[in-house]
């Protein structure tokens, strides 16, 4: 059974850092490539940042503009998303997701994942 928790959400001020965590089970991280979404009310899910399971190759959505770092334990079969210089428009649940199939590219569309978290709530105040 494959299982995906995300932890790290909270409220902080413009400006500000987090960091999200996805503790992944069921499933080897270095064997997937594990992606982050987010989704603010009345919004599409959108794509924050992909790791490929080699580890060495990562993309991020155009938003992000080198504020966002993803990046893997492989000992704690764990995904991080370190976010820095968040702004309001940042506001949203955030995601982890994990695809059906071992050894796959990066995907940075939802529907290239067939396991999801439970989510994440971030809060950025202006």
């Known amino acids: 059974q494959v299982q995906l928790v995300e932890s790290g959400g909270g409220l902080v001020q413009a400006g500000g850092s987090l960091r999200l965590s996805c503790a992944v089970s069921?499933?080897?991280?270095?064997?997937?490539?594990i992606g982050w979404f987010r989704q603010a009310p009345g919004k599409e899910r959108e794509f924050v940042a992909a790791?490929?399971?080699?580890?060495?190759?990562?993309s991020y959505g155009d938003f992000v503009k080198g504020r966002f770092v993803i990046s893997r334990d492989n000992t704690k079969n764990t995904v991080y998303l370190q976010m820095n210089s968040l702004k309001p428009e940042d506001t949203a649940v955030y995601y982890c997701?994990?695809?059906?199939?071992?050894?796959?590219?990066?995907?940075?569309?939802?529907?290239?994942?067939?396991?999801w978290g439970q989510g994440t709530q971030v809060t950025i105040s202006s």
């Open positions: 997701a994990a695809p059906r199939d071992s050894y796959g590219g990066i995907n940075a569309v939802p529907a290239g994942y067939a396991y």
């Open positions: 069921g499933r080897t991280i270095s064997q997937y490539s």
């Open positions: 790791i490929h399971w080699r580890g060495v190759i990562t």
